[in-house]
């Protein structure tokens, strides 16, 4: 084989290796980041996770780019109640975010004074040991924790500073037909769908979130090689997301 030929012969490898990942990507798993502390205690700033695209069918926003190759979705399946899902931010329709499905469509979401409501019943709620989070500079804060039961029976966990703050009291919407009603799982600092994401429309679902497959602690020096083993949370490694 002449150098010509093998050039060739790897040029068509890494094509197909690609192509492979691609398709992949598009149809079955896609890998993300957790960047902030919205999902808390659920998801930590620094979990790597997969998400199954094929969970909810398929819109251009499962494409590379949001290719806007078709409208709507194709397959089309709908989220259940506690499903926590990846989606493009409905004001830019390229960012991605991710959160809790609360309300479905028809749905009518409230709260009062921290608590929510599903179509007029109170969710069943568990207080249990605080959650502390710490910051990079050493400080703490301390979190009430509880475990919250949605109407269909699946239980989480939520994060709350207390039941007076900000976004505790939002007035009862209906969930328009086609859309979701989104949270974050650390609910006094998670902008959802009380705040700037708004309704959420099915095309915009990307996948839901399955399982981690990698997650470190960024607060540690990235420049000191001996302190990695160190960064990695080896305890949430592939740990299901619930």
């Known amino acids: ?93 390229k960012t991605d975010f991710i959160k809790r499905v609360i309300g479905l469509p028809g749905d009518k979401i409230k709260l009062e004074n921290g608590r929510l409501y599903i179509n007029g019943q109170k969710v069943e709620r568990e207080q249990i040991e605080d959650f502390v989070i710490r910051s990079p500079i050493g400080s703490a804060e301390r979190y009430r924790q509880y475990i919250e039961t949605l109407p269909n029976g699946v239980k989480h966990k939520i994060l709350e500073i207390s039941d007076h703050e900000a976004h505790d009291n939002f007035v009862e919407l209906e969930v328009p037909q086609g859309n979701y009603f989104m949270m974050g799982d650390n609910r006094d600092r998670s902008d959802d769908s009380r705040v700037n ?41 592939f740990d299901k997301i619930q």
Do not use: C
């Open 1 to 93: 084989m002449d150098k010509e030929e093998s050039f060739w012969d790897t040029l068509k490898t890494v094509f197909y290796a690609i192509l492979i990942a691609i398709v992949i990507r598009t149809l079955w798993f896609e890998p993300f980041k957790i960047p902030s502390g919205s999902m808390y205690p659920t998801l930590f700033v620094g979990d790597y996770l997969f998400v199954s695209k094929y969970s909810y069918g398929y819109s251009r926003h499962s494409l590379p780019l949001s290719l806007p190759l078709f409208d709507g979705r194709i397959f089309a399946k709908e989220p259940q109640r506690g499903d926590v899902v990846v989606f493009k931010y409905p004001q830019d329709n």
């Open 197 to 237: 994401v708004g309704f959420v429309p099915a095309e915009n679902l990307v996948g839901k979130a399955r399982f981690l497959f990698f997650s470190h602690n960024e607060d540690e020096e990235w420049y000191k090689p001996w302190s990695w083993p160190k960064k990695i949370r080896w305890g949430r490694l």
